[in-house]
């Protein structure tokens, strides 16, 4: 299934996924026994939108309407299965490794978090 694929990618890019948060639709996909395994074994608390929220979703929409823009361009199917989970996979990479985004201060999601991350507090001991 794609969507555990996903998971075990970020799991891989990241080293741990444990603490995080999934927020998804209703999607059959995402309300299954498998990917609930997957993310409880991950540590990812799931989380769901309301059934008919078009709000909640706007994200998710945006997110997908500029997949379709950037990976379809004029094709309409792809030869394989497989070959649509390559294109998926390797547009996700440059999504989140190499393309700048406006609202991150122009810089990649992975270069945003990182540079978001706070350096661990060392307390110095008192004289």
Same mark, same amino acid.
């Given at each position: 299934? @794609?969507?555990?694929?996903?998971?075990?990618?970020?799991?891989?890019?990241?080293?741990?996924?444990?603490? /995080?948060?999934?927020?998804t639709?209703?999607?059959? +996909?995402?309300? %299954?026994?498998?990917? /609930?395994? /997957?993310?409880?074994q991950?540590?990812?608390? +799931?989380?769901? %939108?309301?059934?008919?929220?078009?709000?909640?979703?706007?994200?998710?929409?945006?997110?997908? /309407?500029?997949?379709?823009?950037?990976?379809? +361009?004029? *094709?309409?199917?792809?030869?394989?299965?497989?070959?649509?989970?390559?294109?998926?996979?390797?547009?996700?990479?440059?999504?989140?490794?190499?393309? *700048?985004?406006?609202?991150?201060?122009?810089?990649?999601?992975?270069a945003?978090?990182? %540079?978001?991350?706070?350096?661990?507090?060392?307390? @110095?001991?008192?004289?």
């Amino acid at each position: 299934m @794609i969507v555990i694929d996903a998971l075990a990618a970020a799991e891989r890019t990241r080293g741990s996924l444990a603490g /995080a948060v999934m927020h998804t639709d209703h999607g059959a +996909q995402y309300t %299954s026994r498998a990917f /609930a395994d /997957a993310c409880r074994q991950a540590g990812i608390r +799931q989380s769901m %939108s309301a059934i008919g929220s078009s709000v909640d979703n706007a994200l998710a929409e945006s997110f997908n /309407a500029t997949f379709k823009r950037e990976t379809l +361009q004029g *094709r309409k199917t792809w030869s394989s299965e497989r070959e649509a989970h390559l294109d998926t996979f390797r547009w996700l990479h440059r999504y989140n490794t190499r393309r *700048r985004h406006s609202s991150l201060g122009h810089r990649s999601p992975i270069a945003y978090e990182t %540079s978001s991350r706070t350096a661990p507090t060392t307390l @110095i001991p008192a004289a």
